[in-house]
Nanobody, 124 residues
Framework: QVQLVESGGGLVQAGGSLTLSCAAS????????VAWFRQGPGQEREFVAV????????YYANSVKGRFTISMDNAKNSVSLSMSRLRSEDTAVYYCAVKKTRVLLTGSTAYNYWGQGTHVTVSS
């Protein structure tokens, strides 16, 4: 089992920045991928970004490309999502998820472990 704990959410003004963190513990995955998903009010969960556990490959949703950066800290078993130029439509609960294989996928069903989520509210 892998336990994931997200942190760093909060209230931020449009145009501002925020960094989310996801700490992994338990049976950590030495190979695989870590992703961020989000679910806005009344919306389905959607893919945001994914990074390989090695940290050398990443992929972003078009809606966040150029504004968000995903990074891996293998020493701390943690993944960060740095968000800048935030918009009201970025308001959502952000979830961290881990999959046990290295292929970078955007579908939520591919992911084996999920965190509880952290709330991000962007005020306009």
């Amino acid at each position: 089992q892998v336990q994931l704990v997200e942190s760093g959410g909060g209230l931020v003004q449009a145009g501002g920045s925020l960094t989310l963190s996801c700490a992994a513990s338990g049976h950590t995955v030495s190979d695989g991928a870590v992703a961020w998903f989000r679910q806005g009010p009344g919306q389905e969960r959607e893919f945001v970004a994914v990074i390989s556990w090695s940290g050398n490959k990443s992929y972003y949703a078009n809606s966040v490309k150029g504004r968000f950066t995903i990074s891996m800290d293998n020493a701390k078993n943690s993944v960060s999502l740095s968000m800048s130029r935030l918009r009201s439509e970025d308001t959502a609960v952000y979830y961290c998820a881990v999959k046990k294989t290295r292929v970078l996928l955007t579908g939520s069903t591919a992911y084996n472990y999920w965190g509880q989520g952290t709330h991000v509210t962007v005020s306009s």
